[in-house]
């Protein structure tokens, strides 16, 4: 079979479909434009690159910087163009389309916000890795989360010589101490009111449909953190004779043997799967 007959058997598939649940992950972003190596990364990181030698924004995330003020300067440049300056989606838009009128519900381990930057419903996300806009206390002395984006954009504004002066980095309104990125890099990250909302609709979702006729559609997971997206939805497949897996992936799109008949797996970019479906 071919790819557009491919395409074609799993636009059936998901016209017909009832119930879906999207497992995202940093492959989908890519596809949209969100790279975060190559081009894009000199356009923005050039002088970190020169200086530090690391070639793309993960990378850049867990160096080791000098001075806090770096270290800053790194972050409000990464967050700023990940999460607020960025352009719109017509991958995610396009995705929308699809699912817009079924019942479905997104986890994600992306944390640059694109799903809901461009339209779908926040009650049906599930960011179970952080959000790029929100602090929380580095120790933490308590389970809270802040709107980033003004502070973001003072770092940004004041930066100089890839450095921003101590007096404008982030710090936790209860102790004091320096605010961190709200991403689970660590034990310390903050589980706030709103990611537990969250986690509860994802819960609630499954176990509504766990034994219905349900599509698990996977897009762009690799194999970073696949306990999280990729291996529950192939146990879930297992477990459920009425459900279908279908993972859209360019060079990762596979399944084990147990769930090939129920899988319908697409090796190609999403972007372009995306457009003909």
């Known amino acids: 079979m071919n790819l557009d007959e491919k395409i074609s058997e799993v636009k059936k598939i998901l016209d017909d479909a009832k119930n879906i649940l999207i497992g995202a992950g940093a492959g989908l972003s890519t ?3 969100l790279n975060h190596g190559g081009e894009r990364f000199k356009k923005y990181f050039a002088d970190f690159e020169e200086k530090y030698n690391f070639h793309d924004m993960y990378s850049g ?19 700023l163009f990940n999460r607020y300056d960025q352009p719109k989606s017509t991958v995610h838009q396009k995705l929308l389309q699809i699912v817009r009128d079924k019942n479905y519900f ?18 049906k996300l599930f960011y179970t890795q952080g959000d790029y806009g929100l602090f929380q206390c580095s120790t933490p002395c308590h389970q809270k989360t802040y709107d980033n984006e003004k502070i973001v954009r003072e770092m940004f504004a004041h930066e100089k010589n890839m450095s ?10 209860k102790c004091g101490e320096i605010m961190t990125t709200n991403l689970r890099i660590d034990d310390k990250f903050v589980e706030d009111s709103g990611w537990k909302a969250a986690a509860y609709r994802y819960k609630k979702f499954l176990s509504s449909h766990l034994n219905d006729e349900i599509i698990f559609l996977e897009l762009g997971v690799g194999g970073n953190t696949p306990g999280i997206i990729k291996f529950p939805f192939w146990q879930m497949t297992a477990q459920n004779p009425k459900s279908k897996y279908i993972c859209i992936n360019f060079g990762e799109s596979f ?14 970019d999403i972007k372009e799967v995306l457009e003909k479906l």
Request: hydrophobic residues 40%; glycine residues 6%.
């Open 31 to 33: 596809a949209a434009g």
């Open 61 to 79: 995330g867990f160096y080791p910087y000098e001075t806090m003020g770096e270290f800053w300067a790194f972050w409000a440049r990464n967050i």
């Open 106 to 123: 997104v986890l994600t381990t992306d944390v640059d916000h694109l799903f809901q930057n461009n339209g779908f419903d926040k009650s």
């Open 164 to 173: 921003v002066p101590e007096k404008y980095f982030p710090r936790c309104p």
């Open 255 to 268: 399944a084990p043997k147990e769930i090939l008949p129920q899988s319908y797996l697409i090796d190609a």
